[in-house]
């Protein structure tokens, strides 16, 4: 039978979501909870696990296009077992794979009609084998059925790029060799058949260039494929179309540039979408309803860099990699208990100030698709090892376009670092609904003011903006005065815990 599966709410109460690419084509066997697709909503890249065992019929949309929630997306033939029996016959758990309960769990609809030319044979003992799995949530597996695989990628079942022909028509087999045979033969479908390994941004920046991924070879020992080795391949194509080779493997290649800087039209334009749509909607809307106010302070933090790199050479502490940002938001915490009214949101809906006695502490983390703020659940009750670490992992997954849906909402109070790009202060934009965002600025050595005496300190400038419905002057200096004298003074923190 023909099972449709429509595209699910994934949980952040948005309408619809882009699909960034499909990691299956029409005529593929899929595996249940095989991924088939890569979605992009507003807060996050997902990927879409199939809700059934089959073979592809037809894929209702195409990379780039926007689909509704409830959108048709994929129908799947799935075998029916000995005819009048579906698959949810052959699983003992409910809502199994052809069991539109179970489908309904995570947002999808299956059709029950048959599909008379497109049906599959009878039911065989290996057919019954792809049907066995059961859906992700709604009871274990049959033994010995394994955990379902990434689907091969098989050459020739999707159509190449401009930039991909080329390649093919024209390299020379030194340098296809890295990614593949430039011909169509057994030993191309070999090379190709695995998915590069990288992650959503670097998919998209090498599409955005015309550059197949399975011709670039990944520089790093992890094998996962980055923005410099999709510039290194493109530099060498450059160079090789201006007849000087990059490397020795390049030799006396005339392949073609990927692109010349000064041809195409003079300007672009780009739909406004995903991230950039979400980010633009919040900060107006956090801009022309919260009234911000901003307050600056330059503090000493000699004694932090200290700590810090006491810490740092400490063996015991060696793998959490502590920095100043951990400090920081370690002051954050607990001057947040000490000023409860920065960690506080305005419920306009129920006429209500929700003050929170939890801190789930946002960190803006720069990545490709913009900027995203996803938050450390419960941060005030991490001791500061464990703090850095989770503030290295939420940065690391955001900026490689993994951020579930819920790390990105439910913030309490946010830091972002401005430090990290070299700028001494700015004036942060609330993130609603929250009351409340530090700015944290670099770290200079300057002349300073010391026991009585100019000396050269370490000096950082930090940036509070808080909504004045909720935070009056008083409290928002408070609050950035305590975060100020346990950066001057770590050992302060002791009179907060």
């Given at each position: 039978?023909i099972?449709?599966?429509?595209?699910?709410?994934?949980?952040?109460?948005?309408?619809?979501?882009?699909?960034?690419?499909?990691?299956?084509?029409?005529?593929?066997?899929?595996t249940?909870?095989?991924?088939?697709?890569?979605?992009?909503t507003?807060?996050?890249?997902?990927?879409?696990?199939?809700?059934?065992?089959?073979?592809?019929?037809?894929?209702?949309?195409?990379?780039?296009d926007?689909?509704?929630?409830?959108?048709?997306?994929?129908?799947?033939?799935?075998?029916?077992?000995?005819?009048?029996?579906?698959?949810?016959?052959?699983v003992?758990?409910?809502?199994?794979?052809?069991?539109?309960?179970?489908?309904?769990?995570?947002?999808?609809?299956?059709s029950?009609?048959?599909?008379?030319?497109g049906a599959?044979?009878?039911?065989?003992?290996?057919?019954?084998?792809?049907?066995?799995?059961?859906?992700?949530?709604?009871?274990a597996?049959?033994?010995?059925?394994g955990?379902?695989q990434?689907?091969?990628?098989i050459?020739?079942?999707?159509?190449?790029?401009?930039?991909?022909?080329?390649?093919?028509?024209?390299?020379?087999?030194?340098?296809?060799?890295?990614?593949?045979?430039?011909?169509?033969?057994?030993?191309a479908?070999?090379?190709?058949?695995?998915?590069?390994?990288?992650?959503?941004?670097?998919?998209?920046?090498?599409?955005?260039?015309?550059?197949?991924?399975?011709?670039?070879?990944?520089?790093?020992?992890?094998?996962?494929?980055?923005?410099?080795?999709?510039?290194?391949?493109?530099?060498?194509?450059?160079?090789?179309?201006?007849?000087?080779?990059a490397?020795?493997?390049?030799?006396?290649?005339?392949?073609?540039?990927?692109?010349?800087?000064?041809?195409?039209?003079?300007?672009?334009r780009?739909?406004?979408?995903?991230?950039?749509?979400?980010?633009?909607?919040?900060?107006?809307?956090?801009?022309?309803?919260?009234?911000?106010?901003?307050?600056?302070?330059?503090?000493?933090?000699?004694?932090?860099?200290?700590?810090?790199?006491?810490?740092?050479?400490?063996?015991?502490?060696?793998?959490h990699?502590?920095?100043?940002?951990?400090?920081?938001?370690?002051?954050?915490?607990?001057?947040l208990?000490?000023?409860?009214s920065?960690?506080?949101?305005?419920?306009?809906?129920a006429?209500?100030?929700?003050q929170?006695?939890?801190?789930?502490?946002?960190?803006?983390?720069?990545?490709?698709?913009?900027l995203?703020?996803p938050?450390?659940?419960?941060?005030?009750?991490?001791g500061l090892a464990?703090?850095a670490?989770?503030?290295?992992?939420?940065?690391?997954?955001a900026?490689?376009?993994?951020?579930?849906?819920?790390?990105?909402?439910?913030?309490?109070f946010?830091?972002?670092?401005?430090?990290?790009?070299?700028?001494?202060?700015?004036t942060?934009?609330l993130?609603?609904?929250e009351?409340g965002?530090?700015g944290?600025?670099?770290?200079?050595?300057?002349?300073?003011?010391?026991?009585?005496?100019?000396?050269?300190?370490?000096?950082?400038?930090?940036?509070?903006?808080?909504?004045?419905?909720?935070?009056?002057?008083?409290q928002?200096?408070?609050?950035?005065?305590?975060?100020?004298?346990?950066?001057?003074?770590?050992?302060?923190a002791?009179?907060?815990?």
């Amino acid at each position: 039978m023909i099972a449709e599966f429509r595209l699910p709410d994934l949980g952040e109460g948005l309408p619809d979501a882009e699909i960034v690419q499909w990691l299956v084509a029409e005529g593929d066997p899929v595996t249940l909870n095989q991924p088939i697709a890569e979605v992009e909503t507003a807060k996050a890249i997902v990927e879409l696990p199939s809700p059934f065992a089959g073979v592809v019929r037809r894929l209702h949309a195409d990379a780039g296009d926007v689909v509704d929630v409830g959108g048709s997306l994929i129908d799947i033939d799935v075998p029916s077992g000995d005819g009048d029996a579906g698959p949810a016959d052959d699983v003992d758990a409910p809502g199994g794979v052809g069991s539109a309960e179970g489908v309904e769990g995570v947002g999808s609809a299956a059709s029950e009609e048959d599909d008379a030319e497109g049906a599959a044979p009878a039911s065989t003992e290996e057919d019954a084998d792809v049907a066995l799995p059961n859906l992700v949530g709604y009871g274990a597996a049959p033994r010995g059925t394994g955990r379902p695989q990434r689907r091969a990628r098989i050459a020739g079942r999707r159509p190449l790029v401009a930039a991909d022909a080329a390649v093919r028509e024209a390299a020379p087999h030194d340098v296809l060799a890295e990614g593949g045979a430039a011909d169509g033969g057994e030993d191309a479908g070999d090379a190709r058949r695995e998915r590069p390994r990288s992650t959503p941004p670097v998919r998209l920046y090498a599409k955005q260039r015309g550059i197949d991924l399975a011709l670039v070879d990944a520089s790093g020992a992890t094998g996962i494929i980055r923005r410099e080795d999709v510039d290194r391949f493109a530099e060498r194509l450059t160079a090789a179309s201006a007849g000087a080779p990059a490397d020795a493997s390049a030799g006396a290649s005339t392949l073609p540039p990927v692109s010349r800087p000064h041809a195409g039209p003079r300007e672009t334009r780009m739909p406004i979408r995903g991230v950039r749509k979400a980010t633009a909607a919040a900060m107006v809307r956090s801009a022309f309803t919260a009234p911000h106010v901003t307050c600056f302070l330059e503090v000493d933090v000699t004694e932090t860099t200290a700590l810090v790199a006491r810490l740092r050479s400490d063996p015991r502490l060696a793998e959490h990699r502590i920095g100043i940002l951990a400090v920081v938001a370690k002051a954050v915490c607990l001057a947040l208990h000490a000023e409860p009214s920065l960690n506080s949101r305005w419920d306009e809906e129920a006429g209500e100030i929700v003050q929170h006695h939890y801190v789930n502490l946002g960190i803006a983390a720069a990545t490709d698709r913009g900027l995203v703020v996803p938050h450390i659940d419960d941060a005030d009750r991490l001791g500061l090892a464990a703090l850095a670490d989770a503030i290295r992992d939420l940065t690391d997954t955001a900026r490689a376009g993994r951020a579930t849906p819920a790390a990105l909402t439910g913030g309490t109070f946010s830091i972002t670092n401005f430090g990290t790009f070299g700028i001494d202060a700015g004036t942060p934009i609330l993130n609603p609904p929250e009351a409340g965002i530090l700015g944290v600025g670099a770290v200079r050595r300057r002349p300073w003011e010391h026991a009585g005496e100019i000396a050269l300190r370490d000096v950082m400038t930090l940036g509070l903006s808080f909504d004045h419905r909720l935070v009056d002057g008083e409290q928002g200096a408070r609050f950035l005065a305590a975060v100020g004298d346990i950066l001057r003074d770590p050992g302060r923190a002791l009179l907060l815990v």
